[in-house]
């Protein structure tokens, strides 16, 4: 008996975190005295509305040997530019993620981390807000990561080793 090849899944954009973001930062702003609210309550209104321009445009693809973050061009997906931290492809096997994490927790996700050995050999952290579907995401690196791999803890990112 042959096993089927998973379908290509391309993550919905959802836009929870970034308007979440932008409503605490609108109700710190105007709801407290102006010098204590908008000294926070600014930063966290542009962090929302960054957020919501990233949630438009950027897009967690999972195909059938490999998780890849694109971008999405209105007439269909295309490549990011390389990784800015370590350089390369934002493409990963899903042989080669050898942890992954949601966090605050797997219910309420606010960022999604994995831990990857292809770009390097000791590892590489990865963290993303988290700007999907969130019930996609989870099942997603459970079927095709494993939930063997799923840990709790901080996450090891080591940008800079």
């Known amino acids: 008996m042959s096993t089927a090849t998973p379908p290509r899944v ?3 954009p959802d836009y929870k975190l ?5 409503g605490a930062g609108g109700l710190l702003t105007l709801g ?3 010098a204590i609210g908008a000294p926070v309550g600014l930063p966290l209104g542009a962090l929302g509305a960054f ?3 990233r949630t438009q445009k950027v897009r967690f693809v999972f195909d059938p040997d490999a998780l890849e973050v694109m971008i999405d061009k209105g007439d269909g ?3 990011t530019a390389e990784n800015f931290a370590v350089g390369g492809k934002n493409r990963w096997s899903y042989e ?3 942890e992954w ?3 605050p927790s797997l219910e309420n996700p606010v960022l999604v981390y994995f831990r990857e050995n292809q770009t390097s050999s000791s590892g590489q952290g990865h963290l993303f807000p988290v700007l999907f579907d969130a019930e996609q995401l989870r099942q997603l690196m459970a079927e095709r990561v494993g939930e063997a791999r799923l840990v709790t803890g901080p996450p090891r990112l080591y940008f800079f080793c």
């Open 10 to 12: 391309v993550l919905e």
């Open 18 to 22: 970034a308007g979440g973001l932008a």
């Open 32 to 34: 407290t005295p102006f």
């Open 51 to 53: 957020l919501a321009t």
């Open 77 to 79: 997906l295309s490549e």
């Open 96 to 98: 080669s993620i050898e």
């Open 101 to 103: 994490a949601c966090y």
